[in-house]
């Protein structure tokens, strides 16, 4: 019964079935955005079929969690058994078979070969050495041939069958050990791993310590964003430095189980001087609020109104070089500042603008699982080559009267058709 149920398994309509759907459980997660809020899915899946809300049921059947749910590790499980199956036992006697020499002895086996040639003579010797160099193994027993060649392409299917286990365990094991984090740091900031928005049921997140020594960006001509920049730490326990690199877009910092991306950055305050009657200093850090825009990223804020004069001031920044443009409560433009410069200034009150709090978007990312897809598909891109050699088989029965030959091919048909008549003209009569 188990011999059976591995048979079946070994069905390739059946992996075929199964990676069909694999394929629309993708396809779904495409659509469906994953790993929201549910206050998301309660606010864009809010219709209701027979009475009940579609957002309860994507979260039932964990359709805002696809890859990681129960059901589709099951799917991959399935496929990755079915493959196995397949390889051992269909893929792996295929190929033992293959390295089996025989002889065809008798005229109706070569009635189903491919190519066929009639001869009333041949020149043995002058066709197994010729047979030889074009990288034939051949093998001889009294008046027959036996040669062939491309043994390797017939590794192919099982290096590819190997190659999606891999892939289909990699991706399991990350999964069900791997996670996500996104830290927002500012400048100088020590931190540890703690936002984290995505993990596996067995998911371990390490107590690593990092400190964010400086951010910055670089800009094109026309004032956009072309790259930022964030010199970043790893710290021990003692808090000294053990390892430091700048990382950016496109140019992550690789530890032994992590990756840190830089991918995002913001503003979080302004640091000002307050100063009284030209005497007393005093340093304050201003909060400042992001505006939501389709096109560019806007932080606004507000200086208080002076115990005098009563006049308030809206604060507009648009990027991390360290200007702001100052407003009145009208909206009327007034200037802008840069630091070091006194926004404010009277006889008795004066501000002065000292830093703009600039933070760096980090994700830190585990996958354990990630080695093993990269392994697997190597291989896969390895198997895809190989399986383009052709396997190519030759036999020879010959007698003093009569000579018959023949031979077959998986691929190239044209060129080893060409090779056979080659060996007709030049070894047959």
């Known amino acids: 019964m188990i011999k059976r149920f591995f048979k079946y398994l070994a069905n390739l309509k059946l992996a075929i079935l199964i990676l069909l759907v694999i394929s629309v459980v993708i396809s779904i997660g495409t659509i469906i955005e994953q790993n929201r809020e549910i206050l998301f899915y309660q606010k864009n899946y809010s219709t209701f079929i027979f009475t009940i809300p579609i957002w309860k049921i ?9 890859y990681s749910t129960w059901w589709f590790l099951l799917l991959l499980g399935l496929l990755g058994l079915s493959l196995a199956c397949c390889t ?10 293959s390295r089996r020499y025989y002889f065809y002895k008798q005229i109706n086996q070569y009635k189903k070969l491919q190519i066929k040639i009639n ?7 002058h ?3 010729t047979l030889l160099n074009k990288q034939y193994s051949l093998f001889q027993k009294a008046n027959s041939f036996y040669a062939y060649k491309g043994l390797i392409s017939r590794v192919g299917p099982i290096v590819v069958h190997l190659s999606i286990i891999c892939v289909l365990l990699g991706s399991t094991l990350g999964a069900l050990k791997g996670f996500n984090s996104q830290e927002l740091i500012p400048k100088t900031e020590v931190f540890h791993i703690q936002n984290v928005i995505k993990n596996g049921v067995f998911s371990s997140v390490p107590q690593k310590t990092f400190r964010v020594n400086d951010f910055w960006s670089i800009y094109t001509s026309n004032g956009l964003i072309k790259q930022f920049y964030t010199d970043l730490s790893i710290l021990n ?16 910092l690789l530890l032994k189980d992590l990756i840190i991306y830089q991918t995002d950055w913001g503003i979080l305050g302004l640091r000002l001087k307050y100063i009284k009657n030209n005497t007393s200093k005093i340093s304050l850090q201003l909060p400042i609020s992001k505006i939501n825009t389709s096109n560019q990223k806007i932080w606004i804020s507000s200086l208080p109104s002076t115990e005098k004069d009563k006049k308030s001031f809206i ?14 409560n009208e909206g009327k433009f007034l200037k802008s500042s ?11 009150i004066g501000l002065n603008l000292i830093d703009v709090i600039s933070s760096t978007g980090i994700q830190i990312k585990s996958d354990p699982g ?16 190989i399986s383009y050699i052709s396997f190519s088989e030759f036999w020879l029965l010959y007698s003093p009267l009569k000579v018959i030959s023949g031979g077959k091919t998986n691929r190239a048909k044209v060129k080893y058709n060409l090779e056979f008549l080659n060996f007709k003209q030049s070894f047959f009569g």
């Open 237 to 252: 326990g003692q808090g000294k430095e053990i390892q430091r690199k700048t990382i950016s877009v496109n140019n992550p």
């Open 315 to 328: 604060i507009l920044i648009k990027d991390n070089r360290g200007q702001i443009s100052l407003y009145n």
């Open 88 to 97: 051992i036992i269909q893929q792996l006697p295929t190929l033992k078979f």
């Open 58 to 66: 994507l979260l039932f059947f964990g359709f805002n969690n696809i």
């Open 119 to 125: 001869a009333t003579k041949v020149f043995p010797s």
């Open 127 to 129: 066709l197994s050495h």
């Open 338 to 348: 840069n630091i070091g410069d006194i926004i404010y200034d009277t006889d008795y």
């Open 370 to 385: 990630i080695k093993l897809i990269y392994f697997g598909f190597f291989f896969l891109m390895f198997s895809s080559l």
